[in-house]
């Protein structure tokens, strides 16, 4: 994937976070993740290095409930991944719900015209409400990885997924995965219920899911044997 596919694809990323809803802000993309960030993920569990991540601001894309995207490009070797936050989490709606009654909400309307106009006036006690929740027992972790490292036909591919943290799960893909296309894999399969909302609103759904998977070139066949395909793989 040459650096040009791969820019255009990190900043389309970004917009369709956006228009999902759950974009709150982007990393430092001029500067590389740092060796100790690399140290960590090597040794750390998961829920250290998400902590270090946001605690660093070591991440790609950072979404509305602390949930992580990285993406790295260095040469031919792509790296992405997705931490989806390991802690309870609820929307600033939904703790409004669960500490307010219905009567002091209606009451609310006098004042500030709407539920929302009251959102700002509570946000510092939203935030550290969010700061004591405990681990939630499911969570996904998501990578995907390009390189030659190790790479046996049928054995390890070099394109492969990695779902959950056992590191010898690989599924092989016949193609190159952009970071658009890996956004909107992490979304579906993540927030599945905002994703059918959001999706059954497209004009044009074929068209959306096409052009997506339309920016996902073939491999080479130095980096694809056609024996690859006697196994389960993604095209």
């Known amino acids: 994937m040459n650096i040009v596919t791969y820019n255009t694809s990190l900043k389309d990323a970004e917009k369709l976070l956006k228009e999902f809803g759950v974009f709150k802000k982007s990393g430092d993309s001029s500067r590389p993740f740092s060796a100790e960030l690399k140290k960590i993920s090597k040794s750390a569990n998961i829920i250290e290095l998400h ?96 390189n030659d490292i190790g790479y046996h036909p049928m054995l390890h591919s070099k394109s492969h997924l990695h779902i959950g943290t056992n590191s010898n799960l690989r599924i092989p893909l016949s193609k190159y995965f952009t970071p658009l296309k890996f956004v909107k894999f992490c979304l579906k399969n993540t927030y599945y219920r905002e994703w059918k909302d959001f999706f059954l609103k497209k004009t044009d759904q074929n068209k959306f899911l096409k052009d997506i998977k339309n920016m996902c070139a073939e491999l080479d066949s130095k980096d694809w044997h056609n024996s690859e395909e006697n196994e389960f793989f993604m095209s």
């Open 51 to 146: 902590n270090f991540i946001t605690s660093n601001s070591e991440f790609s894309f950072l979404l509305n409930d602390d949930s992580v995207f990285q993406f790295s490009k260095e040469g031919d070797e792509l790296r992405y991944s997705f931490i989806q936050t390991p802690y309870k989490y609820l929307t600033i709606e939904q703790y409004v719900e669960t500490m307010y009654s219905r009567e002091f909400l209606e009451e609310l309307m006098d004042e500030y015209t709407s539920v929302e106009n009251f959102y700002p006036v509570i946000q510092e006690d939203y935030e550290q409400f969010l700061e004591t929740q405990g681990l939630t027992a499911n969570f996904n972790y998501v990578r995907y990885d390009f």
